[in-house]
């Protein structure tokens, strides 16, 4: 029988890379992998959930964390693992802020 909610994954259980990122207090709220299918390629793309604002025009956008989980990912996976991944998406965390 099939649980109706999938349990929370425990830190051991995720990937070196998503390991190293959630080491980025104050900056990472979650990440996750994605995966798309474009003809015969299965493309996956890292997600990360930033806990600021991404529009670069806002008071609370940060590009020097932008540039610290970049950097982050891309030491990890070219030092740490064999993993490959074909894109880094970073999304700010959804909130439910109106907009004019």
């Given at each position: 029988?099939?649980?109706d909610?999938?349990?929370p994954v425990s830190k051991s259980e995720v990937s070196i890379v998503r390991r190293a990122l959630a080491q980025l207090s104050g900056v990472?709220?979650?990440t996750w992998f994605e995966w798309t299918i474009e003809g015969?390629?299965?493309v996956?793309?890292?997600v990360v959930?930033?806990?600021f604002d991404t529009d670069p025009s806002s008071s609370g956008f940060d590009p020097v964390a932008l540039e610290r989980i970049e950097r982050v990912a891309r030491e990890t996976l070219t030092d740490r693992t064999t993993m490959i991944v074909s894109r880094l998406k970073?999304?700010?965390r959804?909130?439910?802020i109106p907009v004019d």
């Open positions: 029988m099939m649980a909610r999938p349990e990472v709220s979650r015969n390629n299965q996956k793309t890292l959930e930033v806990i970073i999304v700010p959804s909130t439910t």
